[in-house]
């Protein structure tokens, strides 16, 4: 699938704004499976719509890729469903975990540990198989440190390569945790390997205290996350991003405003590594 520049997340509440014509200035629209499969009636046919028109990708909320319950494969058997009626190609999830007998309405942090590794590679492997497309993994915000032998650098790393598969980096959780658990972002984002990053996200947070941020996607985008998307694109090339924003939601107007400076940044970003490419030509 040929995923290129910004999107948006699609919500209900949207639509009537949206509809009968979704506007032009994104480029691809991002749902959560859980909120549409239960739906019939005008629901169902305004989802249709939506699909129809645009390239449509889908982050799920209740995989539980983490959770120490089995594996809810009935649950994924929806999902691919989901997907292949509405030719969905790429499927993203949280790496956490949400389920503990029971659902428990949170993402939670898997313990950062060897055995988590496994644990976690051994699960993706199987949704992969299932769903017959990649899984895609989002590093999460968290409040509560795991005890564990690695870092959160560590983990992400390992968990990629054990399982082959690629990142959904949301440059805002990068931003809370490395403000909440006092470590560098800038190094972080060295770390990663570019050619694990299948897209990105971004988003608001509430700032509780200047050492506590809460990862809402009920804000506007601050301004020291975009830098950090700048640096993101400048280590790692231009990644399609999209832009969530969950509730507290804005006229379509300005949530399209946040849409475009994804792209001025894009933009900004292939241009100077365009220049770069050159320098080094002449040179």
């Keep these: 699938m040929n995923l290129h520049g910004a999107g948006l997340g699609l919500r209900r509440e949207m639509l009537p704004s949206l509809l009968p014509n979704l506007p032009s200035e994104v480029d691809f629209w991002e749902l959560a499976p859980e909120n549409w499969i239960p739906m019939g009636g005008k629901f169902a046919r305004q989802l249709r719509d939506c699909t129809s028109q645009a390239t449509t990708i889908a982050h799920g909320l209740s995989l539980s890729i983490g959770s120490p319950d089995p594996l809810d ?5 929806a999902v691919k469903t989901f997907l292949d009626d509405h030719n969905i190609q790429l499927y993203s999830e949280h790496l956490s975990y949400c389920s503990s007998e029971g659902h428990l309405y949170d993402l939670l942090p898997i313990p950062f540990t060897e055995e988590a590794v496994q644990h976690v590679v051994d699960r993706i492997k199987r949704v992969q198989d ?3 497309r990649p ?27 054990g399982a ?54 009920g804000d ?35 949530l399209l ?3 475009s400076r994804i792209k001025d940044i894009q933009e900004t970003a292939a ?9 080094g030509k002449s040179a």
């Design 73 to 77: 494969i009935q649950f994924v058997k």
């Design 135 to 161: 899984l895609v993994l989002e590093n999460v915000s968290y409040y509560y440190q795991p005890h564990g032998q690695l870092t959160e650098l560590e983990f992400i790393l390992a968990v990629l390569d």
């Design 164 to 217: 082959d598969c690629q990142l959904l980096l949301d440059v805002n959780n990068l931003y809370v945790n490395s403000i909440n658990h006092k470590y560098d972002a800038a190094q972080f984002l060295q770390a990663l390997p570019s050619s694990r990053i299948a897209l990105g996200h971004i988003a608001g947070h509430f700032d509780e205290s200047e050492a506590l941020k809460i990862d809402t996607h």
């Design 220 to 254: 506007a985008v601050c301004e020291p996350v975009w830098s950090l998307l700048a640096q993101a694109y400048a280590v790692h090339g231009v990644f399609p991003t999209l832009l969530e924003r969950d509730f507290n939601l804005p006229p379509m107007a300005e």
């Design 271 to 279: 241009f100077h590594q365009a220049s770069k490419r050159g320098e």
């Design 130 to 132: 299932i769903i017959e």
């Design 257 to 259: 405003g946040e849409v």
